[in-house]
């Protein structure tokens, strides 16, 4: 038994955040979550298929994503919403015509998935300021959002310039991203703002595979490449995200290589989706390595907040038992049974066994 002796939000200089849904805000996971964590991201709810009805039409209530509104309002902690626009996990039918066919990247047909992008971007802003009040007023805890998420290719390709040929990038190009962007800042920072207030809602863009190193081919070059022409182009990012779904056989060190690309940049960094699977069944012996592993990773983000350079850290689950990743190995900081593990005493620079 691994003794709880602190919350995790207490030993780091960053808000903590944990992926969740509704059932874990209320009970006994509600416990260890309002204890050990200050922000929450919703893990599925707020993607783009979570708010539209069978008949296309956006809905009425998404009481998932109300539920960790009133957590965070409840608690003093933040929400950071997940996703905006991204390739998976949204209907068919926003990249297709009237008559059921693909949208191509004629002009008229850009100009409809555009409105759609920039339509679903507005009925979220105003779905939660209408509950809320206007993002930067005390009732509102939402301080953040992907706005765009896995947008980059998974490997060198001249044609998409790194991107991924998603339906998005096929029908209207990288300029999607510039869209999303200046429609999310429109709508969260200044359509439904509290008036005087600056940029309450800051905008990431988030990928995955950035620990994978930092050479000429990597994808960490490749976001960093688009990062850098979205801020030439004045896109109103404020944020980069690293999802940082890692291995015991993932050097620790890239997650530092990771994390300085961006550090000259005007921008902050978030790790958004954290966990380290330790391979399937964990044993005793993988879950110590994976504490080691787990505290020499939260050094490394601790070292990267010196200059205020982190927006947060969040974990992508409270409990293993609920991970995506289950299969690969107890990816998390809490067991099934909501118990504190290894990782949890790294992650707050407790000692492990040798
Ligand atoms: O809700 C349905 C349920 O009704 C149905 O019975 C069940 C049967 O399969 O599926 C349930 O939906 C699942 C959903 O999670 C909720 O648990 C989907 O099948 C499943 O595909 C979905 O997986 C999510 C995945 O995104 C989908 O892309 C994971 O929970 C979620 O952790 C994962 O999160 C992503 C981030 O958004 C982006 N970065 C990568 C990360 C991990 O893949």
């Known amino acids: 038994v691994i003794p709880d002796t602190k919350p995790l939000k207490d030993a780091m200089p960053f808000p903590l955040g944990a992926a969740t849904y509704q059932r874990f805000t209320t009970g006994g996971p509600g416990e260890v979550l309002s204890r050990h964590f200050d922000q929450v991201t919703p893990e599925n709810y707020m993607k783009p298929e ?181 801020l030439a182009r004045e896109v109103p990012v404020d944020g980069v995200g690293h999802q940082f779904h890692v291995s015991l056989n993932t050097p620790v060190g890239n997650l530092d290589l990771a994390l300085k690309k961006f550090e000259a940049l005007p921008v902050v960094q978030a790790v958004t989706e954290f966990d380290v699977a330790t391979g399937f069944p964990a044993t005793e012996r993988l879950l110590i390595r994976q504490g080691t592993y787990v505290g020499q990773a939260f050094d490394i983000f601790r070292a990267h907040d010196a200059n205020k350079d982190l927006y947060s850290v969040t974990v992508w689950g409270l409990a293993d038992l609920g991970s995506w990743r289950y299969y690969e190995g107890a990816p998390l900081l809490f067991d099934d049974y909501y118990q504190p593990k290894w990782a949890y005493a790294g992650a707050i620079g407790a000692p492990i066994p040798a």
């Open 50 to 230: 979570a708010w539209y009805t069978a008949d296309r039409s956006f809905v009425t209530s998404n009481p998932e994503a109300d539920a960790l509104m009133d957590w965070a309002k409840s608690t003093g902690g933040r929400v950071y919403g997940h996703v905006l626009a991204w390739h998976s996990q949204i209907p068919g039918w926003f990249f297709q015509n009237d008559q059921g066919g693909a949208l191509t990247s004629s002009d008229a047909d850009k100009a409809v998935l555009r409105g759609r992008l920039k339509a679903h971007i507005d009925n979220i802003a105003k779905y939660f300021a209408d509950r809320y009040g206007p993002y930067g007023s005390a009732g509102n805890p939402l301080t953040a959002w992907d706005v765009v998420n896995e947008v980059i290719a998974d490997s060198t390709s001249a044609s998409s310039n790194g991107m991924r040929t998603s339906n998005w990038y096929n029908v209207l190009g990288e300029g999607f991203v510039d869209d999303a962007f200046r429609f999310a800042d429109e709508a969260f920072n200044h359509t439904y703002a509290a008036p005087g207030s600056a940029r309450p809602v800051s905008l990431f863009i988030n990928e995955y595979g950035t620990e994978g190193g930092d050479n000429a081919s990597s994808k960490l070059q490749r976001y960093y490449d688009l990062v850098t022409r979205l």
